[in-house]
């Protein structure tokens, strides 16, 4: 389904119009349910495409524009399938749709498929923050997925769900990480290292957790008060030894990571240096900020 909405914008539209013709689909608008469109209104898209700029570009625009809607039409598809699964099994069990559990499917569909919500007045900033941080309801999302107090809010049901999700994740990641420790790769177990839960083979590194290993090092870190080299494996106390590092300079760092590729491309040119200590050039800065990313894997490939 999502090569068809890759090469067709018919087969796009008529993806969406069946999510929309659906009998639960004011149940999914009425639990704010994220369903993105291509539209200009950046509230209304995916946040790693929040303008439709790239769009335009002459020739590879439109291999841009298909991928932004195969994307798109991708995780609309597997929120409202999600969605429509758990409101069938909670009848099937002969209970009460009730708003409460609705509320809390959506909370789950919308943070397990990268969409977190900050609630409140707040929610309003977050478009206006994706211009500083990159895709701020990602963030929100992994560190939502991370914290108990999410999970002891939701209804009890769908917190099972949830739960189960988690540990069928943990479990999945971990057995990649035990296969390729078998298979002669080097793995990352210490939870203060960067390479922490990633394989390295060589100088390369492949994380398979999909965004939430920075957090686990940093909430690490911070806790212990404590740094490992991924070079060295030198240990680094915070606050001790000349120039030292504190947890405000870890946070800073971590937010630094995040930043959007415009905040990034100023703190590099005003620093000289990337944020990992490499030397950069005008010219390397617009290639890695500015350039699609769509173009920089054709690249690549």
């Known amino acids: 389904g999502m090569f068809k909405m890759f090469g067709s914008e018919k087969a796009w539209r008529a993806a969406q119009d069946e999510i929309t013709s659906r009998p639960t689909y004011g149940l999914m608008k009425q639990a704010k349910l994220a369903l993105t469109d ?24 439109k291999g841009i524009k298909a991928s932004n809607r195969a994307y798109t039409g991708f995780l609309n598809r597997l929120r409202a399938d999600t969605f429509d699964d758990l409101i069938t099994s909670r009848k099937s069990l002969g209970l009460s749709v009730d708003p409460d559990f609705v509320k809390s499917v959506s909370k789950f569909v919308n943070s397990a498929t990268g969409r977190g919500d900050i609630g409140g007045s707040l929610e309003k900033t977050l478009p206006t923050l994706n211009g500083l941080i990159f895709s701020p309801r990602l963030m929100l999302s992994r560190i939502n997925l991370l914290n108990p107090a999410f999970y002891i809010k939701l209804e009890p049901t769908v917190r099972k769900e949830a739960l189960r999700s988690l540990f069928t994740f943990a479990g ?81 760092r971590g937010f630094e990571y995040k930043t959007s590729p415009v905040a990034s491309f100023a703190l590099d040119l005003l620093r000289g240096k990337s944020a990992i200590g490499e030397d950069i050039t005008a010219s390397s800065l617009i290639g890695q900020r500015f350039v699609p990313m769509v173009i920089q894997d054709l690249k690549d490939a």
Request: charge should be positive; proline fraction near 4%.
């Open 172 to 252: 999945a990641g971990l057995t990649i990480l035990s296969l390729a420790k078998m298979a002669g790769a080097d793995v990352g177990t210490e939870p203060r290292s960067a390479d922490f839960g990633k394989i390295k083979i060589g100088k390369t590194r492949y994380d398979p957790w999909g965004g939430f290993q920075q957090y686990i090092r940093l909430a690490a870190q911070l806790m212990t008060g404590e740094s490992v080299s991924t070079t060295t494996g030198r240990l680094t106390v915070l606050g001790k030894g000349f120039r030292p590092l504190t947890r405000l300079d870890i946070l800073a």
């Open 38 to 61: 291509m539209g200009h209104s950046m509230t209304s898209r995916e946040e790693v495409f929040m303008s439709d700029l790239a769009e335009k570009i002459p020739v590879f625009g």
